[in-house]
């Protein structure tokens, strides 16, 4: 059974940066990609940002610019920089592993910003 450790969470100012960190307990290159998504009260859980096992990146039109998805094999982490953040950018953000048969999910951590 795969776990996903999150950290990086917190409340922050509009303007303010924070960064998310996600670790495996397996290695981050075995899986086909790594990403985030987040999930706003009353909305559907959304992906925010991803990056394929071969380092190709996306990421959603609202955060193109302020967030930047990269990772550390050496630290066996995924981070999520988090920059210019906006009220709208309040949500649980879930990290996730993907595999052919099957996807894994962090435990979430809360990102609030204030106006």
């Known amino acids: 059974q795969v776990q996903l450790v999150e950290s990086g969470g917190g409340l922050v100012q509009a303007g303010g940066s924070l960064r998310l960190s996600c670790t495996p307990s397996?290695?981050?290159?075995?899986?086909?990609?790594m990403g985030w998504y987040r999930e706003a009260p009353g909305k559907q859980r959304d992906l925010v940002a991803q990056i394929t096992n071969g380092g190709a990146t996306n990421y959603a039109n609202s955060v193109k610019g302020r967030f930047t998805i990269s990772r550390d094999g050496a630290m066996n982490t995924i981070y999520l920089q988090m920059n210019s953040l906006k009220p709208e950018d309040t949500a649980v953000y879930y990290c996730?592993?993907?595999?052919?048969?099957?996807?894994?999910w962090g435990q979430g951590t809360q990102v609030t910003v204030s106006s």
């Open positions: 996730i592993a993907k595999r052919t048969v099957r996807d894994y």
């Open positions: 397996g290695s981050i290159f075995s899986f086909s990609a």
